[in-house]
């Protein structure tokens, strides 16, 4: 679904990445962990068309590196970002709205289904996506990359900053879409949500992988934890 492979990105003349490797497959829940500054975030933008970079980003086995964002995004390539970036006069429903690839097309999601999945949406459906909390800004931003129905989402630190409650429905949400055959690519600080949820985990350190397999590995191996993962 998604392959990487020997990804280098830069900010200006800052070399961020360092010949990163890591795929997607299809319907698989990946992990990408490490700690602050390591580079998750930069990798998901750079696959994005949103950094600098040079190496191999392909989608459904199509080159993807070197496109526009938008140009990515109709390719099936969904993000969500770690700031929440909701138009904040606009309210809940027309956020949803314009979350859609082809206005008026019918794709994997409805608003039914986003209404189903967060009740709390279609409460706030016509309140103005500037005023909500923050739990309700990211299930917001979740949702309407959601509408352009995409085959495979990455999302850049869902849980930041959101009470445990909403958490275990972002868990739950991240598990449907697999369900529904959406491949995730998940960066997170969380290790519990990660472990529990995901089939395979990369361990990031230094803008480069430094580990991957699975969570049970992963619990297994308490020197790559410890050197890289715990503070």
């Known amino acids: 679904m998604l392959d990487i492979c020997n990804l280098h990105a830069y900010y200006g003349k800052s070399h961020v990445l360092h010949g990163v490797d890591l795929h997607v497959e299809p319907g698989e829940i990946v992990s990408l962990l490490g700690r602050n500054g390591a580079g998750r975030s930069t990798l998901v933008k750079a696959a994005m068309g949103q950094v600098s970079a ?13 496109l526009k964002a938008y140009q990515i995004a109709h390719q ?16 809940v429903e027309q956020n949803l709205v314009l979350g859609q690839k082809n206005a008026g097309a019918s794709g994997r999601w409805s608003l039914d289904d986003m209404y189903r999945m967060f009740p ?4 706030r459906r016509a309140v103005a996506a500037g005023v909500l909390s923050g739990g309700e800004q990211q299930m917001l931003t979740l949702c309407r990359t959601l509408m352009g129905d995409p085959d495979l989402i990455m999302i850049d630190e869902p849980t930041e900053g959101l009470a445990p409650k909403i958490v275990a429905l ?3 949400y991240l598990t449907a879409l697999r369900e529904r055959g959406i491949s995730v690519l998940l960066v997170e600080q969380k290790l519990a949500i990660a472990m529990e949820i995901s089939q395979r985990v990369y361990v990031m350190g230094h803008g480069a992988i430094v580990f991957e397999g699975t969570p049970a590995a992963l619990r297994a191996d308490a020197a790559v934890r410890k050197e890289w993962l715990e503070v």
């Open 170 to 172: 972002v868990a739950d």
């Open 76 to 91: 099936g390539l969904g993000y969500v970002p770690e700031n929440r970036d909701v138009f904040p006069t606009l309210t």
């Open 54 to 66: 040079t190496g191999t980003v392909k989608l459904k086995g199509r080159e993807i590196l070197g």
């Open 120 to 123: 709390r949406l279609q409460e």
